[in-house]
């Protein structure tokens, strides 16, 4: 297998990165990955995002610059 392995600032091994011919392989091979793969998120945390989202869409004066929000975060620690 071709894996490219994802690592944080630290050097420690945060994910896999499989390519997708390989992954479409492996789940040929091994059928209960399907069962892995499918949607399992909560339809309460759905809605939750939807929420979130549509206020944000309504109402980005309460939305902060990321690179600010960062700088904020690392000055306060």
Same mark, same amino acid.
């Given at each position: 297998?071709? !894996?490219?392995?994802?690592?944080?600032?630290?050097?420690?091994?945060?994910?896999?990165? /499989? *390519?997708?011919?390989?992954? $479409?392989? !492996?789940?040929?091979?091994?059928?209960?990955?399907?069962?892995?793969?499918?949607?399992? /998120? *909560?339809?309460?945390?759905? $809605?939750?995002?939807?929420?979130?989202?549509?206020?944000?869409?309504?109402?980005?004066?309460?939305?902060?610059?990321?690179?600010?929000?960062?700088?904020?975060?690392?000055?306060?620690?």
């Amino acid at each position: 297998m071709n !894996l490219q392995y994802i690592s944080d600032s630290q050097g420690i091994t945060t994910g896999v990165f /499989i *390519p997708i011919n390989e992954w $479409n392989a !492996l789940k040929s091979k091994y059928s209960e990955i399907e069962k892995e793969e499918a949607n399992n /998120i *909560p339809q309460w945390h759905k $809605n939750v995002v939807s929420d979130r989202l549509a206020n944000f869409k309504s109402d980005r004066s309460q939305t902060l610059d990321f690179d600010q929000a960062i700088d904020d975060i690392e000055n306060n620690f």
